[in-house]
């Protein structure tokens, strides 16, 4: 059986014809992550003078080898501050046709991204909830398939905090907020954000219902 460095070595002018630039750079990074390839680094035991040659890391961001260690620190920090309290999952996706924006505008669409988000959920919980929420934001470029497909988790806590009146609410029930009002609310946020970038976008996507998935992760740990 091959691996996956065999496999793409002789797939390889097949496979790159279907990558665009940044995508072949990433690959050929992980096709040699840890190979002879990569060069390396001889280690010698002080004591029994035993030598060890260990090869480099590429240290791509998409390598998984390279950033499990990272991901590991992550979700370690991340359950210290896992509160006493409900957890919900809220997702912000985009339509497929604001996904064809050229790669050199895409800092500027992933930033409208997070602030129209983060934003529109913001608003809602304190018009609807009477307070201010706190979450977790993680960009994820690709879907599942490896199919560019921007979009956001949020994990949120349910509760909400009131600073004027000094009150920590916490949510009861399964339900944090409306998915149709919070997708609307968002829809307009991110269009104007790009409107002030001057990113032509479809108008017919100001009448498009965009979605915004949000559901109860009981205490969270299983979202992370």
């Known amino acids: 059986m091959m691996d996956l460095v065999e496999l793409s070595e002789r797939y390889w002018d097949e496979l790159s014809s279907t990558l665009d630039q940044d995508q072949r750079r990433a690959f050929k990074a992980m096709m040699n992550c840890r190979q002879q390839s990569a060069g390396g680094s001889y280690y010698a035991c002080t004591s029994c003078g035993h ?17 499990n260690h990272r991901a590991s620190q992550w979700l370690h920090r991340q359950k210290q501050r896992l509160l006493p309290c409900p957890y919900f999952m809220v997702t912000f996706t985009l339509p497929s046709s604001l996904r064809a924006i050229p790669r050199w505008r895409r800092k500027e669409m992933f930033d409208a991204l997070f602030m129209a988000s983060s934003q529109a959920l913001k608003e809602m919980c304190k018009d609807r909830l009477g307070g201010e929420c706190g979450m977790i934001g993680v960009l994820h470029t690709h879907g ?19 600073s004027q009146e000094k009150l920590l609410r916490v949510i009861k029930k399964n339900y944090l907020v409306n998915n149709k009002a919070l997708g609307a609310l968002y829809r307009g946020k991110f269009l104007a954000a790009l409107t002030e970038h001057k990113i032509g976008f479809q108008s017919s996507l100001y009448a498009k219902k965009w979605n915004v998935d949000c559901r109860s992760v009981g205490q969270g740990l299983h979202a992370l």
Not at 144 to 162: K, S, T
């Open 51 to 67: 030598v060890h040659y260990h090869c480099r890391s590429c240290g791509n961001r998409f390598c998984s080898r390279c950033q």
């Open 144 to 162: 599942r398939d490896l199919c560019y497909h921007p979009h956001i988790h949020y994990i949120v806590p349910g509760l909400v905090l009131n």
